[in-house]
């Protein structure tokens, strides 16, 4: 396995900035997603990183080499595309199987199939190996890709978006299996994505990306709860957080500047009053849990709350905040005094 330095790099497609002065630092062994929305530049970041395409300006370095120069062979990296693309007519053990037998490998046929097996145990698909690649639902489809990719053994795997394309149950399902043969392998992995979930959830450090810029970088947990601005609170929670004029509720003193308070579900306390200045508007139930859809004058707040909650569409709320987030005008973190 191997780290991965992008050093202020910089790649522009005419009049775009796909990329914009990014430098991250990614550990050997480490899962770093970076989450960002469509054309925030997440598949330039990671073909300049695999060396399909060059930066302008900038340089990766793998492994503690500069990359630069380095043909994308050279460079002991493996991609997963965001669409995946097998051989239709060779079964899943060949296609597993494909990247070890390229000639310039030359892997022997009983290695090759330790591999096959291992990789395909790991995916879950090992009774799948004779089936034609066609002969496989979606979800086994994209682990075969996953598989093809894992099977190599490089020093780093980029990974854009490999989930994307598959229902909700089976991206659920896989994001655990990545994760934890991740783990099995001390596997070095940049992925990139725009959904809030993966990130959270796969990665050990996540950097949150928008027009081709690193906005924050951190933890899972450091990113949630002490997010630098309004845009990165914004991207992460469900439902998202609530910004309110600084004022609107009582709350203790304000830090100088403060114009806009953010408020998660945990930074809210609601109580049923009949003098509440707060009306449910209504409950909707996810089974699990419930959104609380509630209106104060011309703000609407929503809120997570259990599925036994004593609020119902009609009630009077009194709200307070319990250490909410505050940022300026610009919409930049105020950390109060
Ligand atoms: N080959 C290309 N030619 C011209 N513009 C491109 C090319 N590749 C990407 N772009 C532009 O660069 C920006 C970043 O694209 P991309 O890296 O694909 O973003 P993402 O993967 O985050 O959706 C977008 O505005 C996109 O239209
Ligand atoms: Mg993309």
Do not use: C
Not at 257 to 265: C, Y
Not at 307 to 317: A, E, L
């Amino acid at each position: 396995m191997a780290d991965i330095s992008l050093r202020n790099v910089s790649k522009r497609f005419k009049s775009v900035a796909a990329v914009d002065g990014l430098s991250l630092e990614i550990a050997d062994g480490e899962f770093t997603v970076l989450l960002g929305p469509t054309g925030a530049g997440k598949t330039t970041t990671l073909r300049i990183v695999a060396g399909l395409e060059q930066p302008d300006q900038g340089e990766v370095w793998i492994d503690g080499r500069n990359a630069r120069g380095l043909e994308p062979a050279s460079r002991d990296v493996t991609f997963v595309f965001q669409q995946y693309s097998l051989y239709p007519h060779l079964s899943v053990f060949d296609n597993l199987a494909f990247p070890l037998r390229s000639p310039a490998r030359r892997v022997a046929e009983p290695e090759i199939k330790r591999r096959v097996e291992e990789i395909a145990s790991l995916l879950r698909i090992a009774h799948k190996l004779t089936n034609k690649s066609t002969q496989l639902s979606g979800g086994e489809m994209q682990r075969v890709a996953i598989g093809r990719a894992l099977v190599r053994r490089p020093s780093v795997y980029l990974m854009d978006e490999p989930l994307s394309s598959l229902d909700a149950k089976l991206r659920g399902d896989l994001r655990l299996e990545l994760k934890r043969i991740q783990q099995d392998l001390g596997a070095t992995i940049l992925y990139v994505t725009h959904d809030q979930i993966e990130a959270m959830t796969m990665a050990n450090r996540i950097g949150v990306i928008d027009k081709g810029r690193l906005i924050q970088v951190g933890s899972p947990r450091q990113i949630y709860e002490d997010p630098d601005s309004v845009y990165v609170a914004q991207r992460f929670g469900q439902p998202q957080i609530n910004l309110l004029p600084a004022g609107l509720l009582p709350n203790g003193a304000l830090p100088r500047g403060a114009v806009t308070v953010g408020a998660r579900t945990e930074h809210l306390e609601l109580r049923k009053d009949k003098g509440g200045r707060a009306l449910v508007e209504w409950v909707e139930h996810l089974g699990d849990q419930n959104h609380l859809h509630l209106r104060l004058g011309e703000h609407a707040i929503t809120t997570l709350t259990p599925p036994d909650t004593p609020f119902k569409s009609g009630d009077q709320v009194a709200v307070g905040l319990a250490k909410p987030l505050y940022f300026d005008a610009q919409g930049q973190r105020l950390r109060s005094a």
